[in-house]
Antibody
Framework: EVQLVESGGGLVQPGGSLRLSCTASGFTVNDNYMSWVRQAPGKGLEWVSVIYSGDRTYYADSVKGRLTISRDNSKNTLYLQMSSLRPEDTAVYYCARVHKSPYYFDYWGQGTLVTVSS | DIQMTQSPSSLSASVGERVTITCRAS??????LNWYQQKPGKAPKLLIY???TLQGGVPSRFSGSGYGTEFTLTISSLHPEDFATYFCQQSYSTVVYTFGQGTKLEI
């Protein structure tokens, strides 16, 4: 059974850093495309980042240069390193598996809440 | 970037009614359009991909159509469990994925 479990969320001050993890079971992270999507309280879904084969990565303009997606094959885990955090980064962060061709997000984690506040 | 616009933003309906949600893309995206359902406090769930293909396990009362810039999600007869928020997403650009702003379907 495919499962994604996020962790690492919490309260952080503006300008601070945090690393989110997304541990997968039922499939191999390294063999798949993976993405992060966030949702601010009471708002819609915002795509954040994606990682493809060969570790090609892409980011939304709103997070470029501050958030970094990566993965650890040995731990079957996806990461989102977050730095220079801003209050507007406050959101539930979801990881999702990206089905290849056609592209769609077929499995999602339950989400982890990041709150950026002093 | 490709912009996705859903209408309406909210919709009130009753059990048994037929409802349609529209999603428009700022440029042609062929049939690279996906629909997700989200219930409060839960992760989004894939309903339809490729504009019209139902994900496994999704009831047949859900259907999708469209091509190019205009797409629709139709629920033929609302069930109580269908009251949720629905999002469209374009996957034509795989460099920047974009979601619509969502349509909240209320009783």
């Amino acid at each position: 059974e495919v499962q994604l479990v996020e962790s690492g969320g919490g309260l952080v001050q503006p300008g601070g850093s945090l690393r989110l993890s997304c541990t997968a079971s039922g499939f191999t992270v390294n063999d798949n495309y993976m993405s992060w999507v966030r949702q601010a309280p009471g708002k819609g879904l915002e795509w954040v980042s994606v990682i493809y084969s060969g570790d090609r990565t892409y980011y939304a303009d709103s997070v470029k240069g501050r958030l970094t997606i990566s993965r650890d094959n040995s731990k079957n885990t996806l990461y989102l390193q977050m730095s220079s955090l801003r209050p507007e980064d406050t959101a539930v962060y979801y990881c999702a598996r990206v089905h290849k061709s056609p592209y769609y997000f077929d499995y999602w984690g339950q989400g982890t809440l990041v709150t950026v506040s002093s | 970037d490709i912009q996705m616009t859903q209408s309406p933003s909210s919709l009130s309906a009753s059990v048994g009614e037929r409802v349609t949600i529209t999603c428009r893309a700022s440029q042609s995206i062929s049939s690279y359009l996906n629909w997700y359902q989200q219930k409060p406090g839960k992760a989004p769930k894939l309903l339809i991909y490729g504009a019209s293909t139902l994900q496994g396990g999704v009831p047949s009362r859900f259907s999708g159509s469209g091509y190019g810039t205009e797409f629709t999600l139709t629920i033929s007869s609302l069930h109580p469990e269908d009251f949720a928020t629905y999002f469209c997403q374009q996957s034509y650009s795989t460099v920047v994925y974009t979601f619509g702003q969502g349509t909240k379907l209320e009783i």
